[in-house]
């Protein structure tokens, strides 16, 4: 094992935080604005990056922080280490109504492919890092970005997404297609692809977009049923005073636009 091998529980139904158990030295790595509470003895360290590899120097952490920018988050993590003598614990809270999904990496192939705002926190060692699409479409028309976050290691890893979560176990070949905004996360074994939805009027109105997500077996694939855009899309649209009446869907082609020209 290459990753701190840590203890968890989580706690609530719809605004849900994770406790996470310390042995003496272990360390946990979490987004900044995700920590919710802590007990005595804990240090907490800023850090390039998420701090899987040490001997990389100067050079190759400020590169591996870098790549956090392209998936829109900052070039900082926050690093928790028990330094007392006994069992810790340390808590982080999700962002919005949903669930905290824990992955063992261990049994997932050591990589899982994530929405680029999904990460929550993960025991040291685990690699948080990037995934280019292939295609351009993907990225153009997605509704999720060219880019997004790739975690790799063979530890625990803890991933927040909107409403309720389905897993989904494609069989090789099965074929399932999503809402682009609903995708979660996926093995790196999934074929991940976008497609046009067919028919001129189911298209222009059918009211969910241009575009949906093909995601082919085998694998396993998260998908959340309230995206947290479109959250913030049916709060926009009711706001007293808004010209437009109701925003842009996640997965249509204006909003892929917007995506590729507000950096997400």
């Known amino acids: 094992m290459e990753n701190h091998e840590i203890d968890y529980k989580i706690e609530g139904e719809e605004m849900q935080f994770v406790e996470v158990e310390l042995d003496p030295g272990e360390t946990v790595i979490a987004e900044a604005g995700s920590f919710m509470m802590m007990d005595d003895g804990i240090a907490m360290e800023t850090i390039f990056g998420d701090g899987s590899s040490q001997n990389d120097g100067l050079m190759g952490k400020l590169f591996g922080a870098g790549k956090r920018l392209l998936t829109g988050e900052s070039l900082f993590m926050t690093a928790f280490t028990n330094e007392a003598a006994g069992k810790k614990h340390v808590s982080f809270a999700s962002p919005y109504p949903g669930k905290i999904i824990p992955l063992n ?142 925003s842009r869907d996640e997965g249509s082609i204006t909003g892929g636009l917007f995506d590729l020209f507000d950096g997400r």
């Open 105 to 246: 990496l261990n049994q997932l192939g050591g990589r899982m492919i994530c929405q680029k705002d999904a990460f929550l926190c993960a025991a040291k060692g685990v690699s948080v890092g990037i995934e280019f699409q292939k295609k351009l479409g993907t990225g153009f028309f997605g509704g999720e970005g060219f880019i997004m976050q790739k975690l790799e290691g063979d530890g625990l890893a803890f991933v927040h997404a909107g409403g309720m979560i389905k897993t989904i176990d494609l069989e090789a070949g099965e074929t399932l297609r999503v809402d682009t905004g609903c995708l979660v996360a996926m093995t790196s074994d999934v074929d991940y692809s976008i497609e046009f939805v067919r028919g001129v009027k189911t298209a222009l109105f059918g009211g969910e977009g241009l575009f949906f997500a093909t995601l082919r077996g085998p694998g396993r694939v998260l998908v959340q049923s309230l995206p947290f855009s479109r959250l913030a899309s049916r709060v926009f649209s009711a706001a007293p005073g808004n010209p437009f009446g109701r």
